[in-house]
């Protein structure tokens, strides 16, 4: 079974540049959850899909984050324009249940924004 | 607010026993949860605690108390390939129970 996947693996832009990070969950998991980790800290929550629906999207830093997820499949999170303290590194993730204890992560997009 | 305490980094030798704390505070407790990363890996599901008491999984156990706000993960007989960063994750009712994560616990594994 395919896990949780990312693309890119690195990105390195511009600022004020745009960047779209792809996520592809494992097959069947309805809940899909972006995190972002700045350097050195901790992880961060961001937005939690449910199927196609944004569930909770309260970690979102600013209007220049968005995330889609058409059809409840695969999601994408796109940052426009970027910033430097958009630096970091992205994963995704992926469970079953909405309140399940195991969530799935990918490898991580590493963002850097010069 | 949140907030979730963890030491930045411990040392240890193959071979022994590794304890890593974590305390939280937070509101609607929920449950805690391990997650293991290696450098430039996806962090991977470790251990659940929802109620007090110990869970055992192999060499790896977690350990909760609810009434101190305090777990931790034990690692028994290390082995070089337990280097790694490890994270405790709360999930709470003011969260909105999401993941709410601790900076991550260096473990440096010695010969």
Redesign the interface.
């Known amino acids: 079974e395919a896990g949780v996947t990312q693309f890119p693996s690195h990105s390195v832009i511009e600022k004020g540049q745009t960047v779209t990070l792809r996520c592809d969950p494992i097959s069947g998991h309805d809940n899909l959850y972006w995190y972002r980790r700045v350097m050195g800290k901790e992880i961060k929550f961001l937005l939690h899909f449910v199927k196609e629906s944004k569930q909770d999207e309260s970690g979102m830093p600013n209007n220049r984050f968005l995330a889609e997820r058409t059809g409840g499949t695969y999601s994408t999170l796109k940052v426009q324009p970027a910033e430097l303290e958009d630096s970091g590194v992205y994963f995704c993730a992926s469970s079953q249940t909405d309140r399940n204890t195991e969530a799935f992560f990918g490898q991580g997009t590493r963002l850097t924004v010069v | 607010g949140q907030s ?1 305490e963890q030491p930045s980094e411990v040392t240890a030798v193959e071979g022994a026993i590794v304890q890593i704390n974590c305390t939280y505070q937070t509101s609607g407790f ?2 805690l ?1 391990w ?1 293991q990363q290696h450098d ?6 470790l251990s ?1 605690n ?1 109620l007090d008491g110990l869970e055992e999984t192999g060499r790896f156990s977690s350990f909760l108390s609810r009434s101190d706000s305090y777990g931790y993960l034990l690692l028994q007989e290390l082995q070089m390939k337990d280097s790694a960063s490890y ?1 405790c ?1 709360v ?1 709470a009712l003011d ?10 616990t260096k473990l440096i594994i010695k010969p």
């Not at chain 2, 969260?95 to 991550?104: D, K, M, T």
């Open positions: 979730l929920y449950g949860s997650y430039g890996g996806a962090p991977t599901f659940y929802g994270f994750a999930r969260s909105n129970y999401q993941l709410i994560w601790g900076a991550g």
